[in-house]
């Protein structure tokens, strides 16, 4: 196709008649296919051809001299026109322009031939048929740049999106959302995680043949995304024989070493400050991947197949302990990860009109965990294995489409498809008998004269047997050309289910902890006394916390919609794209009730484009709409499932040396007037998680409504030299309603999920057991107005394959506030992760939560600058880099709330700033809004890639070197925002730099592809 950038400066003055916004079939967001239009003599037929699958379709030019090609596969295709043949490339969710003379061209009185095609570089012209705003990158362009192996890697090279490293590195967040808040398709089919919505089944990087990122704007046929949307088409079979294999070795030691973490100066903690925190000089990453690939046709002209199956192996040693945590047993990870990967791609074209599609993949990741001893003298860690185990996750996805055209006007299309994920463990020293304990190693925790021990349990946390996870989807679509009109409808459906849970390993945990004031309450809050009236060691400050921690169910969500879509061509040059869609979700709990049911939830969708020149070389366009996204699988766990969380607290005269448990225990007193101790127990609970299933009717409040946003977008773009377009567009996101959950004080010590900010209306059950219905105002419940806004300005420029060179130039200004992130909450990373309980996080449990919680939101980066490209020396030598240069994550401060009202969790968790020097010292406290104390330093990395194609292969094997963080810039993600340890005791790591971005590493590839 490099041909393509030489057509497309001939007869620019014959384009402009020619292309007269001829606006292809409707495509959708999650689309695994694209069209050609264009326009030709009228009367004529234009013929179609598939160059890699010969499939050919014939129609017929209308009387206004246009065509169009619907619910095409994406690929290579020859159009014809009275003898003349174009090239075309087709991509998913685009419509590709092949114009011929004809009476478009007819009244600008030049009926020469004009050529307009598609590439996978855009040389085409600018896509008048799109409203979306949306970044194909294809096999091809995925090949010659350097990134990493990864869907989400992919993405994070499109405008909008920016990491968010409180998740994991698959949880990108676009536009202001929460990583929870995408939906991630392959080929059509959604394979989001059902129970967390963070991360995605994936699938044989080279298996993908076109990734397209949706940031905004996406019509009617496609729901349940707050964020953005991540859509893969796999490679498929031809009529040739292709095969080919790959090997990428990325040694440890071509790793540099990783960044240690330090205590910050922060003044208040001389004997900490500016000293070792943990050490990771002797943290190593290394992996070796190999995969093959196959394809060809079955049947020649009609039943096609690709295969492709990759092995990763990685081996990972990481030091988990910290300086002052002493020793221990496990301190030090060794682990082997395994990732075979497979996928099986049928397509039998039955006939030019009616395709069948069967796609099959496998997605396993292996876990082989042994976890030592590390010690800080000498930075040594053991041999002897004492903890980690086994870990599989196995992902079995079945894809099955079918595509029909029926004449020239109507097509319709089928799609369902199941996968199943299912989750094993077999840990190392398990012993169902034994509790947890833990914090034995601080020394400040260990009473003089006693023995700790780490007791004979080796494990932290057990998950449920026989975990899994099931999605199953059924989507119909229809499509009908009517005149200036394609209407379009259709249904989507989808049902998601999840058996899961985990609890303490042997049934619960010992935690030591140690107070200076023992006469100061362990949590005044929750009614839990002081040490000392405990009797024991608590006179001496000393005393332990028993926690039990069961969170189990089988549980389901229904997530149901139907859409009507019209793409009304007004004029020539203007298209309308009108659209809504009704979302129905219900979820249900662990006992097969629903919960929530959200009916009836529309969500109107209208987008323009507007070919102001009529040659397709300046796109005006916008859309506004309304998105919905539903609540996930994991929020029945906790609150609809009888989950136990409690805690109890004791003093205790000594230690069992065999299972490292208290001896000699007597209860602290507990305020049971309060209202947080479970029934029959002495045991709190903050949110009354006391092992009971609820009755469904406590759970939510009634009439909830759903999670929406509301989206306008506004831009334009243009080619302003054959070679050259640019852009600049606005975006406006504001999330209008939340599901989260509450325990304010208002509800008497119950806890529902419920929408923020606004009156809601609760099922309280009374003393009789019967259930009464109340009413509470925003006022009443105590809690501010929902506010999370998201507006960015995106500039782009881009220069398309030609004097040997591709680049893509993307800017984006942003600002993300507001006083909840979403679903999600980063703001409580202090090194492990966020709050990865999806939609029920700690920012409206409680009013004092969302005092000054208004500001700067995680996924605010204000400057965003990506690049993309390479340079061709000549058929053997080619140089391809990327960069992304982005301003830091806010920080905060954040500490014990000023009084000790009743009912607060009790810690550094709310958004003030200050230390106490008395037992009560409100006015120590300053109002901390979030996102107030300055930012992280800005990032840059920058990648490269060298590629030697030798002749003497004939260009088939190829040999490339990545190297990835150039300069070794190693700055961190985000900051340690916990200013007090205790109300009066300062935290040593306030302001401490935490996830230092990846230390500069190289990976060597060789391919061949016949």
């Not at 043949?209 to 991540?230: I, K, N």
């Not at 990763?312 to 040693?317: A, R, S």
């Not at 860690?381 to 086994?390: M, P, T």
């Amino acid at each position: 196709m490099a041909s393509n950038s030489l057509k497309s400066t001939v007869r620019i003055s014959a384009l402009a008649a020619a292309l007269s916004m001829c606006f292809a079939g409707t495509v959708g967001a999650q689309s695994t296919v694209g069209s050609i239009f264009g326009s030709a003599k009228a009367g004529d037929q234009v013929t179609i051809q598939n160059t890699d699958t010969g499939f050919t379709r014939v129609v017929s030019v209308g009387s206004d001299g246009k065509y169009s090609f619907a619910q095409l596969p994406p690929g290579n295709y020859r159009v014809t026109s009275n003898g003349v043949s174009q090239d075309a490339f087709v991509k998913i969710n685009s419509g590709t322009s092949v114009n011929f003379g004809g009476a478009a061209a007819a009244k600008s009185g030049d009926l020469g031939t004009v050529t307009v095609v598609g590439s996978a570089y855009n040389a085409n012209a600018i896509d008048v048929t799109k409203v979306e705003s949306t970044t194909v990158f294809t096999a091809k362009q995925l090949q010659q740049i350097p990134v990493a192996h990864g869907v989400a890697s992919v993405a994070l090279l499109a405008p909008g999106v920016v990491a968010n490293s409180s998740y994991a590195a698959n949880a990108p967040s676009f536009g202001g959302s929460a990583s929870s808040e995408n939906a991630y398709y392959i080929n059509g089919f959604p394979v989001t995680n059902p129970l967390t919505s963070l991360g995605f089944t994936t699938l044989p990087f080279d298996a993908i043949d076109q990734e397209e990122v949706l940031t905004a704007g996406y019509g009617a046929a496609f729901g349940r995304s707050t964020g953005g949307v991540v859509n893969v088409t796999t490679k498929r079979g031809s009529n040739a024989w292709h095969f080919g294999a790959l090997a990428i070795y990325a040694p440890s030691s071509w790793r540099s070493n990783y960044r240690d973490y330090y205590y910050p100066n922060t003044g208040r903690v001389p004997a900490t400050d500016g000293t070792l925190y943990q050490r990771r000089q002797e943290n190593k990453l290394g992996s070796m991947q190999y995969g093959l690939y196959a394809s060809g046709p079955i049947i020649k002209d009609h039943l096609f197949f690709y295969a492709s199956a990759d092995l990763t192996k990685q081996h990972d040693e990481a030091n988990g302990l910290t300086r002052l945590s002493g020793t221990s047993r496990t301190g030090w990870a060794d682990r082997e990860y395994k990732y075979p990967r497979g996928l099986v791609k049928l397509d039998w074209q039955i006939n030019s009109n009616h395709l069948l599609e069967f796609t099959g993949i496998s997605d396993v990741t292996k876990q082989d965990q042994k976890l030592t001893s590390y010690d800080y003298n000498g930075f040594a860690h053991g041999d002897v294995q004492n903890g980690g185990g086994n870990f599989e996750d196995n992902a079995r996805t079945y894809i099955g489409k079918y595509t029909g055209h029926f004449g020239q006007n109507l097509t319709i299309s089928l799609l369902g498809g199941q996968q199943k994920v299912t989750h094993t463990q077999d840990l190392f020293g398990y012993n169902p008998n034994c509790p947890v304990i833990a914090g034995q190693n601080v020394a400040a925790n260990r009473a003089p004269g006693l023995t700790y021990t780490v007791g004979c349990q080796g494990a932290s946390s057990v998950a449920v047997a026989g975990a899994y996870d099931k999605t199953r989807a059924l989507r119909f679509d229809v499509e009908y050309v009517l005149g200036r009109h394609t209407l379009g409808a259709g249904i989507d459906n989808m049902t998601a289910t999840s058996l899961t849970g985990t609890q303490r390993a042997g049934g619960y945990s010992w935690t030591y902890n140690f107070t200076a004031t023992p006469g100061g309450a362990v949590d005044a809050g929750h009614g839990v006394g002081s040490p000392a009236s405990g009797g024991g060691l608590g006179t001496a400050g000393y005393w332990v916390d028993k926690t039990i921690i069961v969170n189990k169910g089988l549980v389901k969500t229904d997530q149901k919609a139907y859409y009507l879509t019209d793409k009304w061509k007004i004029t020539d040059n203007f298209l309308l794209s009108i659209g809504v869609r009704n979302e129905n979700f219900t979820n249900y709990t662990g006992t097969g009730k629903k919960y929530v049911e959200q009916k009836n939830q529309w969500a109107p969708r209208l987008g323009f484009s507007w070919d102001v020149n009529g040659d397709s070389s300046l796109k005006v366009f916008g859309n506004a709409g309304r998105y919905h996204l539903v609540l996930p699988n994991n929020v029945a766990v906790r609150a609809a499932s009888g989950s136990l969380f409690t805690v109890q607290s004791f003093t205790y005269t000594g230690v069992d040396p065999a299972t490292g448990a208290p001896t000699g225990l007597n209860p602290i007193p507990v305020d049971a007037s309060k209202g947080y101790v479970c029934p029959g127990t002495q045991a709190i609970s903050s949110n009354l998680e006391c092992g009971q299933a609820p009755d469904p009717r406590t759970v939510a409040a009634k009439n909830l409504k759903g999670h929406f946003q509301d989206e306008y977008v506004l831009g334009f773009q243009h080619q302003i030299t054959p070679t050259v377009t640019w852009g600049l567009k606005y975006q406006y996101r504001a999330l209008r309603s939340s599901i989260d959950d509450t325990c304010t004080p208002a509800l008497g010590g119950a806890c529902f999920i419920f929408n923020p900010g606004v009156g809601n209306t609760f099922m309280e059950q009374q003393p009789d057991g019967s259930f009464k219905e109340h009413y509470y105002s925003a006022a009443q419940l105590g809690l501010p107005k929902l506010k999370r806004k998201y507006s960015a300005l995106h500039a782009f420029v881009e220069h398309t394959l030609a004097n040997n060179w591709y680049g893509k130039l993307e800017y984006v200004y942003s600002k993300n506030t507001g006083n909840a992130e979403g679903q999600l909450n980063s703001d409580i990373d202090t090194g492990a992760g966020g709050q990865a309980d999806v939609a029920v996080t700690q920012d409206w449990d409680l009013p004092q939560l969302m005092v000054n919680s208004y500001g700067y939101l995680p996924n605010d980066r204000p400057h965003v600058l990506k690049a993309y490209g390479f340079y061709r020396f000549s058929k053997q030598f080619q140089v391809g880099a990327t960069a992304v240069i982005s301003s830091g994550r806010p920080t905060s401060c954040t500490s014990f709330y000023p009084t000790a009202d009743a009912g607060l969790y009790n810690g550094s968790y709310y958004h003030f700033c200050g230390i106490q020097t008395a037992a009560v010292d409100p006015g120590a406290y300053k109002p901390a809004p979030r996102g107030s104390y300055g930012r992280t330093q800005w990032s840059h990395q920058y990648n490269l890639q060298f590629r030697y194609t030798p002749n003497f292969a004939q260009s088939k094997l190829s040999f490339m070197l990545d190297i990835y963080n150039v300069f070794n810039e190693q700055v961190a993600q985000y900051k340690y925002a916990r200013i007090q340890s205790s109300r009066t005791v300062a935290n040593p790591r306030f302001g401490q730099d935490l996830s230092y971005t990846a230390p500069r590493y190289a990976a060597f590839t060789v391919r061949y592809d016949y």
